[in-house]
């Protein structure tokens, strides 16, 4: 790809802006697919509003690869309520009280409720799923909503282990973070007909930006504010999720035995000092430069892609995640 003048992360939405208005309006017009009893916890969860980088990932990916059709206006939107779908269970599983500015459907109606919620919203995207002519996306978006309910049991299973490796630990993001990406990505390439080798590139693109920004998300539960993310933090420490800078920690062989029992009390974990600890050890520092690398792997999968505006918003997208990361 030939150097050209870099874009802004908010260029690059601007690119799209008018996709993402549609995706936007039928996010929320889906509340009306449901019965009338089921329709308003359906609208305040898709109401709520969010970054949207997953739906971004797959118009910007069709237009780098050709034109964006409605088509990639309906696998963004599939792909978004796959994602909300798996933000309603994580807040069950972490007792989140807050995501978005707003109450969490389960501080609001309760986990019994906001289970089978999460059940429904997955349920519809898949079902919008089946209204593509090819199957092979179909099944690709099947594949990935499976990888990320696959990620989360493992991630369960794995609670409080200290045997966690930080290969487990990839694995596990690679599933309940990264398939969404890669999916977006892949198919946006796909439903624009591109070669299999810009294909995979675009997969693998996807791929390690989702491993890049869920380190990035681990890093800000423990060094971020609620105030300035709008969702319950530290909520990986009380539930027993071990991250890359808790593992670094561990790996670190500092005050071990301090390490374990604060990390065992569960609900009352110490997340404060464990903090300070995480990052005496230098376990934040080389848990931010893992980011830095993924972001800079990721930016690589780009060079065989034409050059044009959404390639550039793609770059776009990874470099503000550096930006990020460097804001920590």
Not at 92 to 97: L, N
Not at 196 to 203: A, E, F, H, N
Not at 256 to 283: F, H, K, Y
Request: proline residues 3%; negative net charge.
């Amino acid at each position: 790809m030939t150097s050209a003048e870099p874009i802004s992360f908010s260029q690059a939405f601007d690119l799209i802006n008018p996709h993402l208005y549609t995706v936007e309006e039928r996010i929320r017009a889906q509340a009306k697919a449901f019965d009338p009893a089921v329709e308003g916890y359906v609208s305040y969860v898709c109401g709520a509003g969010g970054k949207r980088l997953r739906p971004a990932l797959a118009l910007l990916a069709g237009g780098a690869t050709g034109k964006i059709t409605a088509n990639h206006v309906d696998l963004a939107v599939i792909i978004e309520l796959i994602h909300i779908a798996t933000l309603v269970h994580d807040d069950i599983m972490d007792g989140a009280e807050l995501r978005r500015d707003r109450t969490s459907p389960n501080a609001k109606w309760g986990n019994a409720i906001t289970v089978l919620l999460g059940d429904v919203l997955f349920a519809h995207a898949l079902k919008l799923s089946t209204n593509f002519t090819n199957s092979d996306i179909c099944r690709r978006i099947a594949d990935a909503a499976s990888e990320v309910c696959s990620g989360e049991i493992i991630q369960t299973q794995r609670r409080f282990d200290l045997k966690l490796s930080t290969a487990d630990y990839y694995r596990i993001i690679e599933m309940k973070t990264a398939a969404l990406f890669s999916a977006a990505c892949e198919l946006g390439a796909f439903i624009s007909e591109a070669s299999p080798p810009v294909i995979g590139s675009l997969k693998t693109f996807g791929t390690k930006l989702g491993v890049a920004y869920q380190v990035y998300d681990d890093i800000l539960d423990l060094a971020g504010s609620e105030e300035a993310t709008g969702k319950t933090l530290g909520t990986d420490l009380r539930k027993g999720k071990f991250t890359l800078p808790v593992l670094f920690l561990l790996q670190s062989g500092k005050d071990p035995n301090t390490v374990r029992e604060l990390l065992l009390r569960e609900d009352d974990v110490d997340a404060e000092l464990l903090a300070q600890m995480i990052g005496s050890a230098g376990a934040m520092d080389a848990a931010k430069e893992v980011a830095f690398r993924l972001v800079g792997e990721a930016l690589a999968q780009l060079d065989p892609i034409r050059e044009n505006k959404f390639a550039r918003g793609l770059r776009a997208i990874a470099e503000h995640l550096r930006q990020l990361l460097e804001a920590i």
